[in-house]
Every structure is written in structure tokens, then in C-alpha cells.
């Protein structure tokens, strides 16, 4: 991390330090890191970065390829195209970034290599110089459409001339697959300073008839598959269903030592197609597990929710912050007009997904839409983390490299968002971990730091310097699920913020509030949401000097609040996450505009405009005339949700009892369920117990029929298995508990220390996780709380 609030975080987080082992598994060669902490820290990335290599970026005119966008990650100023697609612009970002992952769209790196290699056999066909020839935005429809109308259609193929003898665009796409390897791999700082983590990655993208199916696949390591699975490779599968049999086959169940995540993007140009409803209970789970996460926020606009100001009325909403940064359109059919608000798609939106998620786990017994935050740019400058709405150079080539090309063709664009992932280290095995477990969230572009909570957290107070180390004891962060760990009482809920420190040239903006927006199903099956100011004040006064856009009035360096939810009801399932409001600021356009002669806060705005000429008149658009822009805008940030369920783990008491000698330690479980979860029952349904750090600690697995009946809902272990002596499952009206307990066995990979441990339970689709902060006390490991 680069930013001088790291002092006020470490005293939040307490001591980490490496006695402790992280909760995951290395993959990787590398050097330790110098800095770990077990309380782990925030580091900022961009996952969805494009280059020469995806075709509508080298439309665009941009020339860069992957090291040019991880140079850039990390302080290097790299060239953009003008409007003549020269390469006469550059930019340098102004804070390095933490991680990165170039993703270029899969579907035609072998037809892009060969046209843009000068001795390739296809390399002055009309195809290739269609490619290559520059062009105003304007004129590009035709060009588009005829390099990237197979994304569109359900039945794909690569371009015609890969059929020709000679031409091989297989090999060809596996060179640029190398070559992005190859650099990311250069990027990849493996010594002990850490500095910078990349990612190898690529897009898939499924484009029906315009309607955004989109998802960047993100690798774990090294270990790759030979080859990409584009929605050309993929398409006789379903969209997703042939890309994730794809990653299954390829990568997760290869044997290689591959791992990774896939992350959905622009939900809000999908049409209501990016998350239909699974066809069954495994498919939901497979779901689930395979899509952890969501891009809320990106340059093509954000997804979180949606309200019209004009028409005063939300898409499955009455949130007036849903105004921001929207794009009119619901999807990118030629053709279709903006529907009104009345008639946009409800599941474009990543708030209404999560509400249909808790009504179909009601249904399945399991959620296929448990969707943790990211943000990325999606730049095809390969700028990586261009974010700054102050000289924001633009993010499409030739399409916004001007002052004129910005607001009369991109206005509605955004200079887009970032992931932050809570990590203990700038690895990739702990990165790609914290994207794995969802405990991350997205940022608009700006970088304040949030922490967020639930659980019992009967210790955590504001202002505690172990507030965190607290709250790992005895909570879980953003990203994990919650049962009814105070009975019929709310869960305690903390969030606490700090401002984005920024830079000596442009210092951070105050923070106005938090909130915690609230979704929840009730008895009757229906689905609602809420929205709770929980710290801060929407009336603090502050805001801009319309004459040079410098803030006014000041907010909070931070904020934090300990809340509990006074709607709360045990039985209804529910989701909170927190969003955290900075102070409002000037919108890039409002600077582009004023710089080229039209103050969109002036009341001569339109006469200014009319001089300026007719690109300019956007500059113009506000509250009073469109239902969404504004000069001013409100950085934020989205924390991954954390999901209450009834069914899940509710108290945990545990200790591990090291023996004096080796394969004497003893394990002592009571672990206790909420609710007994859809078609939980022995005598059909194994189960699956797990105890782990960085290791399996104990893996219990007890087939169906093992746990026979003894009579008032109780079940207990006919035999032994392995170490486990005793199992005893009791099914009661309201909750499950399961008792376990080994004889003498080896222990010895729970380590010895103060660490965070994960017990997770499989039942059929069943999962629950509780992951705790245990503590060693005179030769005993146990949870530090519930």
C-alpha cells in the first residue's frame, strides 16, 4: 500500500505478523512477503483491462499491448491514440496499483495477431485492413460489426479466412495466450517487497444480439490452461454453462494445479439475460461456486440500482442514490430505444439480483446469486486503474481522445471503478483467495478503506484499537453468511470508514455517510429492500465552488458505527451490505466542459454551449433535464454483502487439545444450525465436516445411513471413522446440532498460534462456513467467540 492512512488501519487491525499461517494454501515459488498481516489489508486493483489485442480496442486505435498495461499499473506512462489513431497522447496514472489482470476478449486473439503481423499470409486482406485503418467513430458500425458479429449469434465461428490453407488462427491465439502469460509473469513481483501481484486472465464474451453476457475469467497462478475458451469454443454449451464446463475441464479438475474465479460483468447492458434462474438446485450451486463475485462498476455504467429523478420512480426501488452513473440503454441491441423506468429489466441490477437469490435459496435450499462486490475499469487504453475524474484521459481510443469526442459521443461513460481485496499479503494465492471467500468491494474509482462486520461482536466498539482483531473473533467479514448467532435478536453489525488520503496534488475527498442497504424475503415469499443511514450526515453542507470545482465544507476523515437491524426477524433470510458516500465532487465532464468554455453550473450554460458548438450541448444535461447525469457526482464504495440464513451456523464451540505426545491431540466439537436446511436428514444425505487453515485440519465425511437413529430426532455414529469416536446429530423444530468428538490422533496442522480457522459443513447443496478468529490458551485452540 502506498498511502499514509495505513497507520490508522494497522491500529484498527492490531498485530499480524508471521507466527500465524494464512487460511489458504501457497500454489507459487516466491519469496515470503516482508509485510503480512493476519488481519489483513487492503490492496486496490483493476481486473478488467483491455489492449491491442481484444479487436474493438484495436478498432479503437489502441496500440499497447499487455506489459504496456501492467507498466502503466505500476507508475509507467504509456501512448494512446488521438483521434487519428496516432499514437501522439500518453498518460501516467496517479497512484500505483496493487494488482492487475489484462483481459482481452478471447474471441479473436488469432485473427487479431495475424492481421496485425505484416508477414502473416492473411495480412493485406480486406478483413486485415478493415482492421487496421483508422477511422472517426462515426464511420467504425460497419467495421464493428464485422469483425465481432460472431460474439452475437448463437451458432459462431472464427473469421473466414482462418479456413484458408495455410492459416492457422488456433496457433496464432495460443501465441497471444502465451504472450499474456509471458506478461504477467514479467510483472509479477515474486520478491519479499511485494509490490505488485497481476493476474492472468481473459474475457469471455457472449454478446446475443447485443445483450451483454460477459465474464472475465481470473487464474489463480501460472497454471493455465493451453488455451482459451471463448464463446466461439463455447457457445454449444450455453451461455455460461460452456464456459464453465470449459474452466471445470481445463483448469479445475485438470490436475495441473489451476484454479480460478469468473466474474460477471455489465449486468446493466445484459437485457435481463446475465442471471436467469438455474434450472435446479446443483445448478444453482454450481453457480454459486464458479461465480463468486459481481463487477458492480465499470465504465460502461454501474449496476448496483437504478431510479429515474424525472420520472420519480426506481426500478424495484425508491433509492434516489440510484441515479448514479447510469447508462440509458438496457443492452446494446441495434436499434432499441432506452426503455422507460417502468419497463427496465429488474435483473440488470446486481440489488434485485441479490433479492431473487434469497427466494430461489428458499425454494432450492441453495442461492445461486451469493454475489460479492468488485469494481475495474474495463479501459481499452490498456490505462490499468485510470480512475482520476480529474484529467481523466478517457478509456475507448480514438473514441474519447478529445474534449469534443468525450461529450458529444462518451458523456454517459466513466472513468470506472476498482476491486479492493482484504489480503494478508500482495500475493496471489492470498488475492486470489480474499476474491474466492468474496471478502472484497468495489470502489467508483476513488480509495477509501472499509471494513464491515456481522455476528455476535458482543466486544466491538468503535474507536477500539482491537476492533478488528474483535470482530474476527467473533463475526464474519463482507462476503461470509451469518445464522441466528443472537437468537430472535439482530445480528450486530460494524462498519467503519476511512477517507481516501489521495495525493499531495489532489488530496482526498470527506466522507458524507455510510448506510447499510438491506434485502430480505418474508413469510409470504416476497422479496424487500432498505436503506439505513447508520454513520455520518447527509446534510453537512458540503459540496463545490462551481467557479473552480474545489470542495466546500467539510465531512469525516472517518466513520463508524456499531448498528443493529430493527427490522430483524429469525426466520426471514436477508443480505446487508454497507455503501459509503464521500462528499459530492465535480464529474470529469463537468472539467472537460469547463475547460472548453461551458460551465454545466452556470445558469448561461446553453449560450455557453451553443458558442462552444453542437457537441458541447450534453454539458448542459442535469437533475432539471435527464434523468440520471449530474455535474456533481458521489464517489463510493460497495462492500460485498454479508447473508443472514436461518439454516446457517449459529454457535460454534470447539477446542483442539494438543497431547504430550505426537497422534495424541483430541478434537471436541458442538457446532449448532439455525434452522435444519431443505432435505437435511441422515439416512439419504451424507455429510461432509471440515476443519481448516492452510491445511485440512480434519476432514470428516459420513455416508448416508452412518448416522442411525436413537430415537427423538437423534442420530448418532454407528462405527467410527478415522479418529472421530462419537457424531451425534439432533434434529429439533428449530435448530440441528452436531456433536463430534476424535479419539487420540495428529492435530499437529493446526498450528499452534492465534489464526483464523474455517469449519464448513456440506450436505447435499447444502453449505454453511464459519470462520473465526481461534485462540491458543495453555496448550488449547479454540474459537475466540461464537
Not at 436477508?574 to 472537460?592: D, G, I, K, M
Request: hydrophobic fraction near 40%; charge should be negative.
Amino acid at each position: 500500500m502506498r498511502w499514509p492512512a495505513i497507520a490508522t488501519l494497522a491500529a484498527l487491525a492490531g498485530s499480524g505478523g508471521h507466527a500465524a499461517p494464512p487460511p489458504w494454501q501457497r500454489t507459487e515459488t516466491r519469496q515470503p512477503c516482508t509485510r503480512f498481516d493476519l488481519f489483513r489489508a487492503p490492496y486496490f486493483g483493476d481486473l478488467h483491462i483491455h489492449t491491442r489485442f481484444s479487436a474493438d480496442a484495436y478498432i479503437f486505435g489502441t496500440r499497447v499491448g499487455p506489459r504496456d498495461a501492467y507498466a502503466f499499473a505500476t507508475g509507467t506512462a504509456i501512448p494512446f491514440a488521438d483521434d487519428d489513431e496516432l499514437q501522439t497522447r500518453s498518460s501516467r496514472i496517479d497512484r500505483p496499483l496493487d494488482f492487475a489482470a489484462v483481459t482481452d476478449h478471447s474471441e479473436f486473439f488469432g485473427e487479431v495477431r495475424l492481421c496485425d503481423t505484416s508477414d502473416s499470409p492473411v495480412y493485406d486482406t480486406q478483413q486485415c485492413q478493415l482492421l487496421r485503418q483508422a477511422e472517426a467513430p462515426g464511420q467504425q458500425f460497419p467495421t464493428t460489426v464485422a469483425w465481432l458479429f460472431p460474439a452475437g449469434i448463437p451458432n459462431p465461428s472464427h473469421h473466414q479466412f482462418c479456413t484458408e490453407p495455410g492459416v492457422d488462427c488456433g496457433a496464432a491465439a495460443v501465441s497471444v495466450w502465451q504472450e499474456m502469460q509471458g506478461a504477467a509473469e514479467e510483472a509479477y513481483d515474486r520478491t519479499a517487497a511485494c509490490t505488485f501481484t497481476s493476474f492472468v486472465g481473459y474475457e469471455y464474451t457472449a454478446s446475443p444480439l447485443g445483450r451483454h453476457l460477459h465474464r472475465n475469467i481470473i487464474f489463480r497462478n501460472e497454471h493455465v490452461p493451453p488455451s482459451v475458451a471463448s464463446y466461439i469454443e463455447t457457445a454449444a454449451g450455453g451461455i455460461p454453462q460452456g464456459v464453465w464446463s470449459a474452466i471445470e475441464d481445463a483448469c479445475l479438475r485438470a490436475g495441473t494445479g489451476c484454479d480460478a474465479v469468473i466474474i460477471p460483468h455489465n449486468p446493466n447492458l445484459s437485457g435481463g439475460m446475465q442471471w436467469t434462474d438455474p434450472a435446479d438446485a446443483t445448478e444453482a450451486l454450481r453457480r454459486q461456486t464458479l461465480e463468486p463475485l459481481v463487477e458492480i462498476h465499470q465504465i460502461k455504467g454501474n449496476s448496483e440500482c437504478r431510479f429515474d429523478r424525472l420520472a420519480r420512480a426506481g426500478a424495484g426501488t425508491a433509492d434516489e442514490l440510484c441515479t448514479f452513473e447510469q447508462m440509458k440503454i438496457a443492452d446494446q441491441v441495434p436499434g432499441e430505444e432506452p426503455p422507460a423506468i417502468d419497463r427496465y429489466p429488474l435483473r440488470n441490477l446486481v440489488r434485485n439480483t441479490l433479492k431473487d437469490g434469497l427466494a430461489l435459496e428458499e425454494a432450492l435450499g441453495v442461492n445461486p446469486f451469493r454475489l460479492g462486490f468488485v469494481g475495474s475499469t474495463d479501459n481499452h487504453d490498456g490505462a490499468a486503474g485510470s480512475v482520476a475524474e480529474t484529467g481523466w484521459a478517457g478509456g475507448q481510443g480514438n473514441n474519447d481522445s478529445s474534449p469534443i469526442r468525450q461529450i458529444g459521443d462518451e458523456m454517459r461513460t466513466n472513468p470506472g471503478g476498482l476491486a479492493v481485496a482484504w489480503a494478508e499479503e500482495n500475493s496471489r494465492d492470498a488475492i486470489f483467495a480474499a476474491l474466492r471467500r468474496r471478502e472484497t468491494y468495489a470502489t467508483s474509482g476513488t480509495r477509501p478503506v472499509v471494513r464491515f462486520f456481522g455476528g455476535d461482536l458482543s466486544a466491538v466498539r468503535c474507536g477500539s484499537s482491537s476492533l478488528v482483531r474483535d470482530a474476527y473473533a467473533s463475526g464474519t467479514p463482507m462476503g461470509g453468511d451469518l445464522g441466528p448467532v443472537r437468537g430472535g435478536r439482530s445480528p450486530r453489525f460494524v462498519v467503519w470508514a476511512a477517507k481516501d488520503p489521495g495525493t499531495v496534488a489532489s488530496p482526498g475527498t470527506d466522507l458524507q455517510r455510510v448506510q447499510i442497504v438491506k434485502g430480505w424475503l418474508d413469510a409470504q415469499g416476497r422479496t424487500h429492500e432498505r436503506v439505513f443511514d447508520v454513520a455520518g450526515d447527509a446534510q453537512n453542507g458540503a459540496g463545490v465552488d462551481p467557479a473552480t470545482c474545489a470542495p466546500r465544507g467539510a465531512g469525516a476523515r472517518e466513520l463508524c458505527a456499531v448498528w443493529r437491524d430493527p427490522t430483524f426477524r429469525r426466520r426471514e433470510r436477508a443480505f446487508y451490505y454497507a455503501r459509503v458516500l464521500e462528499n459530492p465532487t465535480c464529474r470529469w465532464s463537468t472539467r472537460v466542459c469547463k475547460a472548453a468554455g461551458v460551465d454545466p453550473l452556470s445558469p448561461d450554460c446553453a449560450t455557453q454551449a451553443a458558442t462552444a458548438g453542437a457537441p458541447f450541448a450534453d454539458c448542459c444535461l442535469g437533475p432539471d433535464n435527464d434523468p440520471f447525469l449530474d455535474p456533481l457526482v458521489q464517489e463510493r464504495a460497495w462492500t460485498s454483502p454479508i447473508w443472514y440464513r436461518p439454516e446457517s451456523i449459529a454457535r460454534l464451540r470447539a477446542e483442539v487439545r494438543y497431547g504430550a505426545q505426537p497422534g495424541a491431540d483430541r478434537l471436541a466439537m458442538r457446532l449448532v444450525l439455525g434452522r435444519v436446511p431443505k432435505d437435511f436428514h441422515p439416512a439419504g444425505t451424507g455429510l461432509e465436516l471440515r476443519l481448516s487453515d492452510d491445511d485440512d485440519i480434519l476432514v470428516l465425511t459420513i455416508p448416508a445411513g452412518a448416522l442411525v437413529p436413537a430415537g427423538r430426532g437423534r442420530f448418532v455414529l454407528a462405527q467410527p471413522i478415522g479418529p472421530v469416536r462419537k457424531a451425534t446429530l439432533a434434529l429439533r423444530k428449530r435448530e440441528a446440532t452436531l456433536l463430534v468428538a476424535t479419539g487420540p490422533t495428529d492435530l499437529s496442522r493446526a498450528d499452534r498460534a492465534d489464526h483464523l480457522i474455517t469449519v464448513s459443513l456440506a450436505a447435499g447443496v447444502y453449505r454453511a462456513a464459519h470462520t473465526r478468529l481461534w485462540v491458543l490458551r495453555d496448550g488449547r485452540l479454540m474459537p475466540g467467540g461464537r
